[in-house]
């Protein structure tokens, strides 16, 4: 699975324009991920992608996606798993690029559709 992530990573960031930007990916488990955002969002649950923007043009930042929401995630929306952790990891590399789609309005619709843009260029690759 390591390597699918690199991959999956190394694409994006290039068809994003940031081919030369360093990304951290952490994998994990419901548990960890709830710590995370209750600790950084004060919010005690768990959820499926979490972000944390650096302040250095070369390292982006981290994602952090939990591979339980994942799986789960993919049986709700009859996707492959591997297509669900492509969109989880698009999702939370968009967020660090400073998109937000909190708020809801124009801002989500421009970062879905370029959730999407990104997605189907993973599949273009056999990515995902």
């Known amino acids: 699975m390591k390597a699918k992530i690199r991959k999956m990573s190394e694409s994006a960031l290039r068809g994003l324009g940031y081919g030369d930007s360093e990304l951290s990916v ?12 209750k600790q950084y969002r004060k919010i005690d649950k768990a959820t499926d992608v979490l972000s944390f923007p650096m302040e250095d043009t070369e390292m982006l930042g981290d994602v952090v996606i939990s591979y339980e929401k994942t799986v789960a995630q993919a049986k709700e929306f009859r996707v492959a798993v ?5 969109r989880l990891l698009v999702h939370g590399l968009l967020h660090l690029l400073g998109y937000d789609h909190v708020t809801g309005g124009r801002q989500a619709k421009e970062m879905r559709g370029k959730e999407e843009e990104v997605l189907a260029f993973l599949k273009e690759k056999k990515l995902v």
Do not use: Q, S, V, Y
């Not at 952490?26 to 955002?37: H, Y």
């Open 26 to 37: 952490l994998i994990t488990g419901n548990d960890e991920i709830r710590a995370l955002n």
């Open 82 to 86: 591997d297509e669900e952790l492509g």
